[in-house]
């Protein structure tokens, strides 16, 4: 055992004899529940899909091989923290003992995570495991391994230099790249803790400054409709919010193609409708500035209906393209889009989260600790979802 593991476990007062009986039971129960038989009481595959297999595998492996290799990407395959890489790599010692380390475990962690989403996919397709497996994890593998060749490929270009092909070591990799200042790591981090993926979306447009500037551009004489036009602006500048719009979009139509639902059948699409909205609701999130708001010289009311179009439309042309892609009937349809334009818009004009919100202790059922006002907060939005599907798959 590992001095790392070790510390691990005494940190967190865990012995050998609790992490056995904590796997063992954890795996039972995991086994008992996602059982083949019991997951098709649930969801299974449609008719559609069940005469196509071979399509719905390909989809499947090209899926996560993009998800895996974006997500690479953006954290980047090979990365250390800041302080390592001023105090435990700027030594005369060579540094790619550490940075290949750092590139076998994003290959164990993309492996790993391929091979969960290809057993994802099992649950529906018992009888292609033998082939949905091996081919998720090949297709993780796929992935990391496009953005290391990414992340090297731009590294070596720095200064000027003319890359080698044959060279794939990470001690070629810049110090911008491996040690980056995006703050992604902390945001990352925070929202795991806080259950808050505001801070990742956060992080992401603060890297995007770093690495690209704004022009100025004129604007309508109107205020409102000067608003509106930057928002298109922004979209413009920030085209992987577009991307992130067609994707959502793209799951929000496929999944009731391929899967057939048992309950709450519109609970996935309509939460991906959601996703797709809130991908460009960057300019209504900006309105939470008071001062900046009153400086215009308009009412705020105004100011929020005047960012509303842009995210608004975008939820609604997702919520259409559900509804003519997968004949839901006018009713759902008109639930759908409604109800996913005011969770979108609740969730973007949402005030700060209380983080210093008073706590309440359970201490009849599990006496845990937790802040009302706070977790009133982060539902703003997502309930409003889960209960626009609900009422929509209702009325199918």
């Not at 510390?7 to 904590?22: E, G, H, K, T, Y």
Request: charged share 15%; net charge positive; with cysteine.
């Amino acid at each position: 055992m590992t001095a790392r593991r070790k510390s691990w476990m005494s940190r967190n007062d865990v012995s050998v004899i609790d992490l056995v009986l904590i796997v063992g039971v954890g795996g039972g129960i995991a086994s008992w529940v996602l059982a083949p038989a019991r997951v098709a009481t649930v969801v299974e595959l449609s008719a559609w899909a069940d005469s196509h297999t071979g399509l719905v595998t390909g989809v499947v492996v090209v899926v996560i091989a993009l998800v895996v290799g974006r997500f690479a990407a953006t954290w980047g395959p090979v990365r250390v923290s800041r302080e390592a890489a001023q105090w435990a790599l700027s030594g005369p010692a060579s540094r790619v003992p550490v940075l290949a380390r750092r590139a076998a475990a994003s290959v164990i962690v993309a492996t790993t995570v391929s091979l969960g989403a290809a057993g994802a996919a099992v649950l529906v397709m018992p009888s292609h495991v033998w082939i949905l497996m091996p081919l998720g994890a090949g297709a993780g593998l796929v992935g990391v391994g496009a953005a290391y060749a990414a992340q090297l490929s731009r590294d070596s270009r720095v200064g000027g230099r003319r890359p080698r092909r044959t060279a794939w070591s990470p001690g070629r990799l810049h110090r911008r790249t491996f040690a980056p200042r995006d703050g992604y790591a902390g945001a990352v981090g925070l929202a795991v803790t806080m259950m808050d993926g505001s801070w990742i979306d956060d992080a992401r447009v603060t890297r995007w400054k770093s690495r690209k500037a704004a022009t100025a551009g004129r604007l309508s004489s109107g205020p409102l409709s000067a608003f509106v036009t930057a928002d298109l602006r922004r979209l413009a500048r920030h085209p992987e919010q577009l991307v992130r719009w067609a994707a959502w979009t793209a799951v929000a139509v496929l999944v009731p193609i391929v899967l057939e639902f048992h309950h709450v059948p519109l609970l996935v699409s309509t939460i991906a409708v959601t996703c797709a909205g809130n991908a460009t609701s960057g300019g209504l999130k900006s309105t939470s500035d008071r001062a900046l708001r009153r400086a215009f010289g308009v009412s705020d009311a105004e100011i929020t209906a005047a960012h509303c179009v842009i995210p608004g439309l975008a939820t609604a042309l997702s919520a259409l393209c559900v509804g003519f892609g997968v004949g839901i009937g006018p009713a759902a349809g008109a639930v759908l889009v409604v109800g996913a334009v005011a969770a979108v818009i609740r969730r973007a004009t949402r005030p700060a989260l209380p983080y210093g919100s008073p706590a309440v202790t359970d201490g009849v059922l599990t006496g845990a600790t937790f802040q009302p006002a706070l977790l009133t907060a982060q539902l703003r939005g997502p309930m409003l979802t889960v209960v626009t599907a609900l009422i929509a798959g209702r009325l199918l």
